[in-house]
């Protein structure tokens, strides 16, 4: 059974600061991830989606990157903001179920 | 921009009553998703659908949660009787899978169920 980790629970960080967000997953037979947003009260958004076959996907000042035999993804995010302040989920699309989810990663950026 | 449009958007209602919960996918997409989420437990996957078919719905208590696609424009979730411990935000999400390719889900607001 797929399990996702997102390490660490909660980050606090002055602006302007770069970031990494982790993400770990036990069945390395993944078809695809995603890191997606989520503002309180709201669902989720889509923010990069890496196929199995990619290393990394970059969407302005995000990167994320891939290593499917070790189980981990990063969500890098530069130059951080206080409108990045959200929480981050990692997502992984395995065999058996069309995504599994971390518990996420509540990040705040402080002015 | 395209979006999943879920109603209600809150729902408060006392034990033993039947909740009905909808969805409007985005037009196009072919897969249409039933997520819940509690402090707890996080995101989980209760059923999902493609082309109207459910695929999977082995993560709903199949004894009081049902759901259906009447149409390729409408999913509903229902639960009956619902129950305090079915007090969550349940969402709704649409894609589009074909040719071995996953498109990237989108999600509905959701609705934030209070059972009573």
């Known amino acids: 059974k797929q399990e996702v980790t997102q390490i660490p629970a909660a980050l606090s960080v002055p602006e302007g600061e770069n970031l990494v967000l982790n993400c770990s997953f036990t069945?390395?037979?993944?078809?695809?991830l995603q890191w997606f947003r989520q503002d309180p009260g709201k669902g989720l958004t889509s923010l990069l989606l890496?196929?199995?076959?990619?290393r990394e996907q970059t969407s302005g000042r995000l990167n994320a990157s891939l290593d499917k035999s070790s189980g981990r993804s990063t969500l890098y995010i530069a130059a951080s903001q206080p409108g990045d302040s959200a929480t981050y989920l990692c997502?992984?699309?395995?065999?058996?179920?069309?995504?599994?989810f971390g518990k996420g990663t509540r990040l705040s950026v402080i002015a | 921009d395209a979006r999943v449009t879920q109603t209600p958007r809150h729902k408060v209602t006392e034990m033993g009553q039947e909740v009905t919960m909808r969805c409007q996918p985005i037009?196009?997409?072919?897969?249409v998703f039933w997520y819940r989420q509690t402090m707890m437990q996080g995101l989980e996957l209760l059923a999902y659908?493609?082309?109207?078919?459910?695929?999977?719905d082995s993560g709903m208590p199949k004894d009081r949660f049902s759901a259906e696609m009447p149409d390729a424009t409408l999913a509903t979730l229902k639960i009956q009787p619902s129950e305090p411990r079915d007090s969550a935000v349940y969402f709704c999400?649409?894609?589009?899978?074909?040719?071995?390719?996953?498109?990237?889900?989108?999600f509905g607001d959701g609705t934030r169920l209070s059972i009573l």
């Open positions: 999400a649409s894609g589009l899978v074909g040719q071995g390719e996953h498109q990237p889900q989108h």
């Open positions: 069945d390395s037979a993944i078809y695809n």
């Open positions: 890496i196929q199995s076959s990619q």
């Open positions: 997502a992984v699309h395995s065999g058996n179920t069309p995504l599994v």
């Open positions: 037009l196009g997409h072919n897969t």
């Open positions: 659908f493609r082309n109207r078919a459910p695929l999977d």
